[in-house]
């Protein structure tokens, strides 16, 4: 039981589509992450918000938007994606950024586009 | 750039040893983290060093070589259920962590 949790785990959607991502955490964390995950590849860091401020956002197209309503959710809303964007999206969080703490990772939402 | 290396995939056989090593070159150095992730699951934490040195947990235990921008994990009395891929990250003078691509671990009976 990582105390992150994702849904949906799985999501098919078209190119013309809106849909969003929602991570919960229930550990008390002040750090949130995106990250994306494709087969063979590094994980990549997509937003990060900090007590509910955004403080990164690693060059991700627009298509992509991040929404931190409070320190516990985090969403992701995903609008007129790429056949490129199929891919895991994993939501992590942490006790704060800037430090040394490991991150505790959802189980992640496995994305299609068709 | 910034740079994590790890073997693409290892086998080892059940109770026998493995070392999945790790190499970096990095903006910085805040640790370096070693996370367990089985196929279709979250990545889980396995250790982190920020010192040089042997860091020893169970049956696992991680290796740190500032000098020479390597680590490794080693895996002890290896068990089926350790078959998985191993993520080695490095976290930057940002606190950002980067990430390499993972090493898939196969244990065969």
């Known amino acids: 039981e990582t105390g992150v949790t994702q849904t949906p785990r799985h999501l098919v959607m078209g190119m013309t589509n809106k849909k969003s991502l929602k991570c919960e955490q229930h550990?008390?964390?002040?750090?949130m992450y995106w990250y994306k995950q494709s087969a063979k590849k590094p994980l990549e860091l997509m937003f990060v918000y900090n007590f509910k401020e955004q403080t990164e956002n690693n060059s991700v197209p627009s298509r992509f938007s991040p929404e931190c309503p409070n320190s516990s959710h985090l969403f992701l809303h995903l609008h007129t994606l790429q056949p490129e964007d199929s891919a895991l999206y994993l939501c992590?969080?942490?006790?704060?950024?800037?430090?040394?703490?490991?991150?505790?990772f959802g189980p992640g939402t496995r994305l299609t586009v068709t | 750039g910034q740079n994590i290396d790890q073997p693409t995939e290892m086998t080892a056989t059940e109770g026998a040893i493995v070392q999945i090593n790790c190499t970096y070159q990095t903006s910085g150095f805040n640790g370096l983290f070693w996370y367990q992730q089985h196929a279709g699951e979250a990545p889980t934490f396995l250790s982190y060093n920020v010192l040089d040195g042997l860091e020893e947990k169970g049956r696992f235990s991680s290796f740190l070589s500032r000098s020479k921008g390597y680590s490794y994990l080693l895996l002890k009395e290896l068990q089926m259920k350790d078959s998985a891929s191993y993520l080695c990250a490095v976290m930057d003078s940002n606190y950002q962590l980067i990430w390499g691509a993972g090493t898939k671990l196969i244990i065969k009976p």
């Open positions: 992590a969080s942490s006790q704060t950024q800037d430090s040394s703490y490991e991150q505790y």
């Open positions: 550990l008390g964390h002040n750090a």
